[in-house]
């Protein structure tokens, strides 16, 4: 019995933080200006590296996560396209590199 405790009190550990980082995350507003993004797709479309290649721009780094993908955008119109290619969401990609990124 003290096992199943232990098992139910860490996946509802794990839980709450998976749902409490996703939370801050989606809070932070879509990304409104030019520069690195971070695509977004959903998981029943089309692969954010589809999306991006279909809105006539590159990945920037070629690691991906399964949902998301890097790439650099010029103007507001590169951000509109990548909305209207299928993007679910579109965030800040600097501020997401920097959490990612190793420290040293």
């Known amino acids: 019995m003290k ?4 098992i139910l009190a860490t996946l509802f550990a794990s839980a709450f933080f ?4 996703i939370a801050f995350m989606m809070v932070e507003k879509n990304q409104e200006e ?3 993004v971070l695509v977004v797709a959903y998981p ?3 692969d954010a590296s589809d999306i991006i ?7 920037t780094y070629p690691v991906r996560a399964p949902l998301g993908s890097l ?3 010029a103007n507001p119109d590169d951000l509109a396209r990548l909305r209207s290619h299928g993007a679910w969401l579109l965030m800040d990609g600097k501020r997401v590199a920097e959490l990612c990124s190793p420290t040293t």
């Open 53 to 59: 290649t279909s809105a006539g721009l590159t990945e």
């Open 18 to 21: 998976s749902v409490t980082t």
């Open 44 to 46: 029943w479309g089309p």
């Open 3 to 6: 096992t199943v405790g232990l």
């Open 34 to 36: 030019a520069g690195l």
């Open 71 to 73: 790439t650099e955008t």
